[in-house]
């Protein structure tokens, strides 16, 4: 490649029924040009061709339809980045369970199924695809979270273009729903007063203004305020010099409804003052 200018590659991977199809659709509604599931060898060809007519962007799907190309697939990507171009790697995944659920409801069974049982299909997806998620620039649970949310989640990592900043995803949730498996930073703030204990304000979310006063105008919360952001503020040149562009931040109550949800809105407010690109999911929010 012969322009200044690098490529910027994405390739959307992870378990059939994670919600590859999504992140693809939004990758094209973020301005990237999108391929679906393209022979590996033809990686590096067309990375060039579409150089050549200007395009910065380029995001590929795989998958595991075709095991034999599927096992080229490192080396094609090898040979892009010794042509010049950023890659980044969206792993896509979810638990057993919600697999088999979605591809019950979609009729369809899965590349590595043949003649067996779902879960057996899904148990060789996983091994197959284990290195590519050890591997991965940014992994996704998407379990427990919509289309819509897993759409924020990716335009979040991939909507700026260049940046000298860490991007922050911050997952609000509560502890009683299980801890987000893809965060890479989890605070519990279960130690400051539970507004869920004021009658007037047990119907209200962390999201309006006086439960917000309520938990934020606490010593403690402003102090663990002061500290996170100047954890994040602390590991963000290692992070970027180590190549890792995101990170997920999940702050965590009981329930997900009062004071991690007040939290997190802070810190997102406090980290874009300091010019961090950031991003907030309030995960359990209109849970029981």
């Known amino acids: 490649m ?52 200007g395009v910065r962007r380029l995001a590929v799907v795989a998958d595991v339809r ?37 591809q019950e409801s979609n009729r369809r069974p899965l590349p590595l199924q043949g003649g067996d049982r779902l ?10 695809l284990a290195d590519l998620r050890a591997d991965a620039d940014i992994v996704v649970d998407t379990s427990y979270i919509s289309a819509r949310q897993l759409a ?6 991939f909507g700026d273009e260049a940046t000298d900043k860490l991007k922050v995803a911050i997952i609000s949730f509560g502890f009683k729903n299980g801890v987000p498996i893809d965060a890479d930073m989890v605070f519990d703030v279960r130690f400051l007063p539970n507004p869920f204990w004021i009658p007037e304000l047990r119907p209200k979310s962390g999201l309006s203004k006086d439960v917000a006063q309520y938990v934020l105008k606490h010593d403690a919360a402003k102090r663990f305020q002061d500290h996170m952001v100047e954890l994040i503020e602390t590991v963000s040149p290692g992070y970027l010099k180590e190549g890792k562009r995101h ?35 309030h995960r359990d929010l209109g849970k029981e």
């Open 247 to 281: 990170v997920t931040v999940a702050i965590g109550c009981t329930g997900g409804k009062h004071r991690s949800t007040s939290m997190g809105e802070e810190l997102s407010e406090r980290l874009r003052a300091k010019g961090f690109p950031t991003t907030v999911l």
């Open 152 to 157: 924020q989640r990716v335009a979040n990592h």
């Open 66 to 102: 075709s095991r034999e190309q599927f096992e080229r697939l490192p080396a094609a990507i090898e040979q892009l980045k010794s042509d010049g171009a950023v890659v980044t790697s969206l792993f896509l995944e979810a638990t057993d369970d919600v697999i088999v659920q979605r």
């Open 119 to 128: 879960i057996e299909g899904i148990e060789r997806e996983r091994r197959l």
């Open 2 to 53: 012969t322009d200044a200018a690098p490529l910027e590659f994405a390739l959307i991977t992870g378990l059939s029924g994670a919600g590859r199809r999504t992140a693809a659709h939004t990758m094209e509604d973020l301005g990237w040009y999108v391929v679906d599931n393209l022979p590996p060898e033809m990686l590096p060809s067309l990375a060039e061709i579409l150089r050549g007519f």
